[in-house]
């Protein structure tokens, strides 16, 4: 039931936008230059004057459609193989210059590259990213990056541009997403297309649709407490807390200036609710919507942060909103590919459990974990590249079916001999190893106590054994349980372990 209101609401929006413009017109994700989807139907879609026959040519295949009393048509051409041939899909109507003909279309692998901030950081502000910009010259990687708009209603139009991927179109793309593509691009040899739809700072609740948080009981919260913020913004209050905070700023400023400290960050002027990018479904509405139900072979995703001061709820939440993204393109389970946040000073670790967790309980979903590159007081690193391989890696086998290790080790079972811990892991690969200076971040609590000390931690025969001389009988382990650590273990295959507890509440 609710993927018929999703689906419905597709519909309604296209009606009511086909409703003001009749002409033939296409989708705005089909421009010169696109890249449609391999080995499935790939549905091609726009206006037309009510009654309309429009007729769509591509690769040797026709298909026709006659719009609907709204004005909307769509044709479905048939499955593919992947080609490098640029060629034209034309669309006619019943008017003789009634014509459209896009030209550089490519058929190959189509990915949909979102979250928040760390997605839409860009390729130039990567570390070597300029480097990797200035040497792509690829004409068979397209980009295509949505624009950033918020919409209080589903939308059906977007307006951009495939482009080809060399330095001034790469620079300013989502820099995961580029080196994600380039791998892609490397492993499968095809032509890939890459759409980027990411805004900065917005929580996964923004890129969920509506009816699906109205009929989810633990998540209708998430309304009405948007709800209740709009009814009680104040502007003048705003305005009035944001001047104090600058005269606090500005003193803490100069004193730590005088001491040599850190400098303290700038306040930032609070942001109306009703119009926050934050505010629940309006990004999906204005930059998922209008894409679906294009084909595509899946996501990748990067976020969390936003959400990790309600991870428990966002163990509910990821899984719903990756649910809503499938039943609304009509595609099954298409794999859904997303990075466990990095550590950070300011990113408790119950998040990353909420996206393990996630990743469990979710079919057809791989997690790259980057223990070992996130910076402490950056919530952005800059280290893009492995970020994008580890996610390719995870497409080769999620989505290609490619028989390798793509995950690092993943805590499953722990026992207790004397004063000793044991851990074993799935996904240990070729078996486990230390990073340089040996295990670290481990802590150990006794049997029926919770507090946690630091312990020693070896491998041994593939397993990990904990041990504290605070601690005779061991009743928990954690690893990474902190804002900020550096990943030490991995498997021989180079992938971090995610961090873990043992004694996480049933």
Request: hydrophobic share 40%.
């Amino acid at each position: 039931m609710k993927s018929m209101r999703i689906v419905g609401s597709w519909i309604a929006a296209v009606m009511l936008a086909a409703g003001a413009a009749q002409a033939l017109s296409l989708n705005g994700m089909f421009t010169e230059g696109a890249v449609l989807q391999q080995r499935v139907p790939v549905p091609v879609w726009g206006t037309a004057e009510p009654g309309e026959e429009v007729v769509v040519t591509f690769a040797g295949a026709t298909r026709r459609a006659r719009a609907s009393d709204g004005g909307c048509w769509m044709v479905r051409l048939p499955a593919m193989r992947a080609s490098s041939e640029p060629r034209s899909l034309t669309v006619t109507g019943k008017a003789p210059d009634s014509k459209i003909e896009i030209a550089g279309v490519l058929v190959g692998e189509v990915w949909i590259c979102s979250g928040q901030s760390n997605m839409q950081w860009t390729l130039g502000a990567s570390e070597g990213g300029t480097n990797a910009a200035a040497e792509a010259k690829d004409p068979l990687l397209r980009l295509y990056k949505v624009p950033m708009v918020k919409a209080d209603a589903p939308q059906c139009a977007v307006t951009s541009q495939w482009t080809s991927c060399e330095f001034t179109n790469s620079i300013g793309f989502s820099g995961v997403a580029f080196y994600f593509g380039r791998e892609l691009r490397t492993l499968r040899g095809v032509p890939v297309g890459l759409v980027q739809t990411a805004w900065g700072g917005t929580p996964a609740e923004s890129w969920t649709p509506r009816p699906i948080l109205e009929g989810h009981a633990d998540l209708k919260a998430i309304l009405d407490d948007h709800a209740k913020a709009v009814a009680d913004f104040s502007q003048p209050k705003a305005d009035e807390n944001y001047a104090k905070a600058l005269v606090a700023w500005s003193n803490a400023t100069a004193k730590a200036k005088a001491e040599t400290r850190e400098l303290p960050q700038r306040p930032r002027r609070a942001e109306p609710p009703a119009d926050s990018p934050k505010r629940p479904c309006c990004l999906y509405n204005a930059m998922i919507h209008p894409l679906v139900p294009y084909a595509i072979r899946g996501a990748i995703w990067y976020q969390g942060e936003s959400n990790s001061g309600r991870a428990k709820q966002y163990e509910t939440l990821f899984p719903v909103m990756i649910g809503s993204w499938r039943q609304a393109w009509g595609q099954g389970d298409f794999p859904f590919l997303f990075v466990q946040i990095a550590p950070h000073n300011g990113m408790v670790p119950e998040i990353r459990e909420a996206q393990l967790v996630s990743w469990m309980k979710t079919p057809k979903t791989a997690m790259a974990v980057i223990a070992d590159v996130g910076e402490e007081k950056d919530i952005h690193p800059k280290k893009k590249e492995p970020v994008g391989k580890r996610l390719a890696l995870a497409a080769q086998a999620v989505a290609y079916g490619e028989d390798l290790v793509h995950s690092g080790p993943l805590f499953r079972v722990m026992t207790v001999h004397g004063n000793r811990a044991i851990v074993e892991f799935s996904h240990a690969g070729s078996g486990l190893v230390a990073a340089e200076g040996g295990l670290k971040d481990f802590t150990l609590a006794a049997a029926g106590s919770t507090n946690f000390v630091p312990a020693q931690a070896v491998i041994e025969r593939g397993r990990v054994v904990v041990t504290s001389p605070e601690v005779a009988v061991p009743g928990a382990v954690r690893y990474g349980w902190s804002n900020w650590f550096v990943g030490s273990l991995f498997n021989r295959e180079g992938l971090p372990a995610t961090p873990f507890r043992t004694d996480r509440p049933r």
